[in-house]
């Protein structure tokens, strides 16, 4: 399984998913995440940051890894004291899904509600 990036707007999005084979292809568009902060209705998306890096690709043992280094909007920044998040795309050999996970560092303690990772 291929999953294809394409940047706009200062981040990277998923576009689409396509067998190795070429034969199946999915068209998406992503939020890739969203984070809802404890004791707060309003949410952190993608677009309230900028990526800082190109896609880093790298392999260990078994598995493939792509990492996206995000700083936020000097709102969100303000708003959230969100520094910098880390976005980790990563796959088995041989798997059909990926997986995701997200390190966000904030300037001080700080707690969140949800998580949300498409």
Request: hydrophobic share 35%; proline share 3%.
């Amino acid at each position: 399984m291929e999953r294809v990036l394409k940047y706009g707007n200062k981040v990277w999005r998923t576009v689409k998913f396509a067998s190795l084979d070429g034969k199946n292809n999915l068209l998406v568009k992503s939020h890739e995440f969203t984070i809802l902060p404890i004791n707060s209705n309003n949410v952190l998306s993608i677009s309230d940051f900028e990526a800082i890096n190109q896609p880093k690709t790298y392999h260990k043992y078994d598995t493939s890894f792509c990492e996206i280094i995000y700083k936020p909007s000097r709102e969100a920044e303000k708003i959230w004291l969100v520094r910098k998040t880390h976005h980790y795309l990563f796959c088995c050999k041989g798997s059909i899904v990926y997986q995701e996970k997200i390190n966000l560092k904030y300037k001080k303690s700080a707690s969140v509600d949800r998580l949300e990772v498409e």
